[in-house]
């Protein structure tokens, strides 16, 4: 990026915080779209990020610029837009909604691909390069090895986040194709706290499935007796932290450019279903009590498995396994210069224990299962809102989806 100014989206997000913290330690020059309408109210979250990822003396070296992805123009006015246009040597798309929900299917499309296509509007024909973030999710229901170059091969998804996300790449696909923009494209697995202290800025998705397991193992912890779970011991999570993940993305940008191709940025060797069954089960559980994936869970289950069914029914394709993602592309451009790190108890240790340690809440006072999306990225969490009765019937200290923003 020959400028070193970069305009970055979702900056307050998971991905997006990170990355701004690697642009302000390599020396760019970052300009944030955040929608917050009050400047204080911005001020005051994109603090909270530079705290987080290391960088709190920086926040007057990040311009703030109030706009929005959804809206045409990017909310800005004509000359505004002429100015970006001229000063930027890039830009950094990573705002996007991440709800698994039916129930968000607009607000996906709208903000997943109506966002990309104002994102494009803004830069087709400019010279100015996009770099998108996008997700190894594209994949859907794919099995077997998926290449970076593939993107749509009749696959079914899981959820309208997967199918909006495939467009959303088609579309940049397409523009690059006719030759109207630069680009390249990043596809992350799934992103959880930073290697060494596990910090984030969102317990979403993945973390919901932690948090739960974290609290039935110490509702029954003078108790005996398994807890089981549907999953595929057998298949992956393909994790990986976010320090890496936004190193892996900015070290690419300059060896490669906008180069038109995909990186998949992910674990090499994904996570085993059984290995992450095997550090709850020695880091949460006590005396007999144990939690166990089974095929299925019959008419059997006892209240808490009814509760977990319940929970994680959005979540159930995943419990069962993912594609292996190939990685040629990323090996290419990184080299040995950025090792992945490694993924085992120790780490499921610290992002537990810094999600406990802010009781569950995400860097801008929300909770979580629930967290309210980030004013400039809409980012929805795992949807347990449905199923707060079946979980506080149990215990009250299980109905996760009550939790709000204050």
């Not at 191709?261 to 674990?267: A, R, S």
Request: include cysteine; charge should be positive.
């Amino acid at each position: 990026m020959s400028d070193r100014s970069v305009l970055i989206t979702g900056a307050t997000g998971i991905m997006g915080s990170w990355v701004l913290g690697e642009a302000l330690a390599r020396g760019y020059r970052p300009v944030v779209l955040m929608r917050d309408a009050n400047p204080q109210r911005a001020r005051e979250r994109l603090t909270a990020v530079l705290r987080l990822n290391g960088h709190e003396t920086r926040l007057d070296d990040v311009r703030i610029l109030q706009g929005d992805t959804r809206s045409p123009n990017l909310g800005q006015s004509s000359a505004e837009i002429a100015s970006l246009r001229a000063s930027l040597g890039g830009m950094i798309h990573c705002a996007a909604c991440t709800s698994f929900g039916s129930d968000s299917d607009q607000e996906l499309w709208e903000t997943n691909v109506g966002g990309v296509k104002n994102v494009l509007a803004f830069l087709e024909g400019t010279g100015v390069p996009l770099y998108y973030v996008s997700t190894a999710y594209i994949a859907g229901r794919r099995r077997g090895r998926v290449l970076e170059t593939e993107l749509y091969r009749n696959q079914e998804f899981n959820n309208t986040y997967e199918r909006s996300k495939c467009e959303a790449e088609r579309l940049v696909r397409a523009s690059m194709a006719a030759g109207r923009l630069q680009a390249s494209i990043f596809r992350p697995g799934i992103i959880v706290g930073c290697t060494d202290q596990g910090r984030i800025t969102q317990f979403l998705n993945f973390y919901s499935f932690l948090r739960l397991l974290d609290i039935i193992a110490a509702r029954r912890k003078r108790e005996s007796g398994p807890v089981r779970i549907a999953a595929n011991p057998l298949g992956t999570k393909n994790l990986i932290p976010v320090d890496w993940t936004a190193k892996a993305l900015w070290q690419i940008v300059e060896a490669d450019g906008a180069s038109g191709h995909t990186y998949h940025l992910t674990n090499p060797k994904p996570v085993s279903h059984a290995s992450l069954l095997d550090w709850a089960n020695k880091i949460l559980c006590s005396k007999g009590m144990r939690f166990e994936f089974v095929d299925e869970v019959g008419a059997d289950a006892n209240g808490l498995e009814e509760a977990c069914r319940a929970a994680f029914s959005h979540y159930s394709p995943y419990l069962q396994g993912e594609p292996r993602f190939d990685r040629a592309n990323t090996d290419r451009a990184l080299g040995d210069s950025l090792p992945f790190p490694e993924i085992g108890p120790d780490l499921y240790v610290r992002l537990l224990s810094f999600a406990k340690g802010q009781r569950w809440r995400g860097i801008f006072g929300c909770k979580t299962a629930e967290v309210c999306a980030p004013k400039d990225a809409t980012i929805a969490p795992f949807p347990l809102a449905g199923k707060a009765p079946a979980l506080a019937s149990i215990d009250p200290s299980l109905e996760l989806a009550v939790a709000q923003c204050p």
